[in-house]
């Protein structure tokens, strides 16, 4: 996780909520190979690009999710069509290996977010200056979490 699922981070609670299903931390990594990760939109949202080779190999926190756990991080990512669901390979650092997880990365993006700066790492409150404005992505979620099937556009 690179976004505001992460531990500490807004919507880190839908990961402890057992009615979505069950995730468990695994450890951490970097991508094995390097993808843009941007802060940009109007709340400020990190967002990976799918564009391969590009920008950094960015630290990943991992978690084990079971099937339902995988499928209302679909619903809640807006997959297919806000996000997509990507296998990669990632680099782990504790412990040491490798190991194939997926990504969410932005399906459709204005060329200009494919302009530096790029990062190696999310923090809401990172030297990047950008606030997180939950306003998108919790909307989002309030929909999910109390059942909503519908989307933002």
Same mark, same amino acid.
């Given at each position: 996780?690179?976004?505001?699922?992460?531990?500490?981070?807004?919507?880190?609670?839908?990961l402890l909520d057992s009615t979505h299903g069950?995730?468990?931390?695994?450890?951490?990594?970097?991508?094995?190979?390097?993808?843009?990760?941007?802060?940009?939109?109007?709340?400020?949202?990190?967002? &990976? #690009?799918?564009?391969? +080779?590009?920008?950094? $190999?960015?630290?990943r926190k991992m978690c084990a999710v079971d099937? @339902?756990? /995988?499928?209302?991080?679909?619903?809640?990512?807006?997959?297919?069509?806000?996000?997509?669901?990507?296998?990669?390979?990632?680099? &782990? #650092?504790?412990?040491? +290996?490798?190991?194939? $997880?997926?990504?969410?990365?932005?399906?459709?993006?204005?060329? @200009?977010? /494919?302009?530096?700066?790029?990062?190696?790492?999310?923090?809401?409150?990172?030297?990047?200056?950008?606030?997180?404005?939950?306003?998108?992505?919790?909307?989002?979620?309030?929909?999910?979490?109390?059942?909503?099937?519908?989307r933002e556009p």
């Amino acid at each position: 996780m690179y976004r505001t699922l992460k531990r500490g981070r807004p919507n880190h609670k839908v990961l402890l909520d057992s009615t979505h299903g069950r995730a468990a931390f695994q450890g951490r990594g970097r991508m094995a190979e390097p993808y843009p990760l941007v802060i940009a939109g109007e709340h400020n949202e990190p967002r &990976v #690009l799918k564009v391969r +080779g590009q920008g950094h $190999r960015v630290l990943r926190k991992m978690c084990a999710v079971d099937q @339902q756990m /995988l499928r209302f991080r679909d619903e809640f990512e807006g997959c297919p069509d806000m996000y997509q669901r990507t296998r990669l390979t990632i680099a &782990v #650092l504790e412990p040491e +290996g490798t190991l194939c $997880r997926f990504m969410y990365s932005a399906a459709t993006f204005p060329p @200009q977010w /494919l302009h530096p700066p790029y990062h190696d790492n999310y923090n809401s409150r990172g030297q990047h200056g950008l606030r997180y404005n939950p306003g998108g992505e919790q909307m989002r979620s309030s929909r999910t979490l109390m059942g909503g099937g519908q989307r933002e556009p």
